[in-house]
């Protein structure tokens, strides 16, 4: 592969990652009480739509431990999701949505949906996972 090519490409993921999160900074927070990586919890969460280890949220949304679990406690204070203890290993945390949190997460998800199609509209195909 082109280095040219590899290092233009880097740019450009770097420059759609920094205007998606700006603007998805501005328009979660405005019309949904929300921040992007609240939302990104929220919609792994609805995705699996069962109760999740913090571990297995640090795994999906690539944040520390330490950010994550100050995500959770925002989340949890505005009783979108709930924490609780593992009943076989006293170590392990689960985090669990709540009616509340998926409806907030319903509500913002056409808006996290159209500033992402706006920032990637020029991309000819999806990048792959």
Do not use: N, Y
Request: net charge negative; hydrophobic share 40%.
């Amino acid at each position: 592969m082109d280095e040219r090519f590899v290092v233009d490409t880097w740019h450009d993921v770097l420059s759609k990652h920094a205007r998606a999160m700006c603007a998805l900074e501005r328009e979660l927070g405005d019309k949904h009480g929300l921040g992007p990586s609240e939302f990104e919890v929220l919609d792994r969460m609805v995705s699996h739509d069962r109760k999740l280890r913090i571990q297995e949220l640090c795994d999906e949304v690539h944040l520390s431990q330490s950010a994550l679990s100050r995500v959770v406690a925002r989340l949890e204070k505005a009783a979108l999701v709930s924490r609780g203890v593992c009943d076989s290993d006293r170590r392990g945390v689960f985090v669990r949505i709540t009616e509340e949190g998926r409806a907030r997460h319903a509500a913002a998800l056409p808006t996290q949906r159209a500033v992402l199609a706006e920032i990637f509209d020029d991309a000819a195909t999806p990048l792959s996972t």
